[in-house]
T-cell receptor, first 113, second 111 residues
Framework: DAGITQSPRYKITETGRQVTLMCHQT?????MFWYRQDLGHGLRLIYY???????DKGEVPDGYVVSRSKTENFPLTLESATRSQTSVYFC????????????FGPGTRLTVL | EDQVTQSPEALRLQEGESSSLNCSYT??????LFWYRQDPGKGPEFLFT???AGEEKEKERLKATLTKKESFLHITAPKPEDSATYLC????????????FGKGTTLSVSS
């Protein structure tokens, strides 16, 4: 099916563990994004990528690592998870630079114990 | 400081009772404004893009309007299936890669 998929949809991990959230899109969009959504804060940008091998920080990048070796995939890694990283994570994509809309995936709910 | 504020935080309507949601913004040089709908447990779903003051877009019972300082999402004769959280967002850089989102308005429509 076309669109953005995220996996896993739910994840429980422990403090200090490494965890990777996966994002895959079938539209061949050049731009991809990772957001976190928390009560009281709304959606905040973690990292984005303009193309394969091009990534840049967003508003809240600390504690996260991204890579983009293929256009369709944009994994987000928490190298050493902390409780403050408990959140819902959304991946998004858009076709190119400029003020066009982003399309979001279904989200991953991550709990760090 | 760039900021997006949505009001009210929550809105309860009876089916058929029209109302409006507000999104006010303070950004240097508006480049566009997006409206999204988010259902519980799902990702935001794109609704509208508005680029300039005076612009209006419609989709079924929803109509979005834009002025130089705010945007309104008008809901005409809402139905229970319109219940959701509505988010607005504004790009704050030239590449359109950085969006500031409002915290949303949660709409509940009862029959």
């Amino acid at each position: 099916d076309a669109g953005i998929t995220q996996s896993p949809r739910y994840k429980i991990t422990e403090t200090g563990r490494q965890v990777t959230l996966m994002c895959h899109q079938t539209w061949s969009h050049s731009y991809m994004f990772w957001y976190r959504q928390d009560l009281g804060h709304g959606l905040r940008l973690i990292y984005y990528s303009a193309a394969a091998d091009i990534t840049d920080k967003g508003e809240v990048p600390d504690g996260y690592v991204v890579s983009r070796s293929k256009t369709e995939n944009f994994p987000l890694t928490l190298e050493s998870a902390t409780r403050s990283q408990t959140s819902v994570y959304f991946c998004a994509s858009k076709t190119g630079s400029g003020y066009n809309e982003q399309f979001f995936g279904p989200g991953t709910r991550l709990t760090v114990l | 400081e760039d900021q997006v504020t949505q009001s009210p935080e929550a809105l309860r309507l009876q089916e058929g009772e029209s109302s409006s949601l507000n999104c006010s913004y303070t950004v240097s040089g508006l480049r566009g404004l997006f409206w999204y709908r988010q259902d519980p447990g799902k990702g935001p779903e794109f609704l509208f893009t508005l680029y300039s003051a005076g612009e209006e877009k419609e989709k079924e019972r929803l109509k979005a309007t834009l002025t130089k300082k705010e945007s309104f999402l008008h809901i005409t004769a809402p139905k229970p299936e319109d219940s959701a959280t509505y988010l607005c967002a504004v790009p704050i850089n030239q590449a359109g890669t950085a969006l500031i989102f409002g915290k949303g308005t949660t709409l509940s429509v009862s029959s």
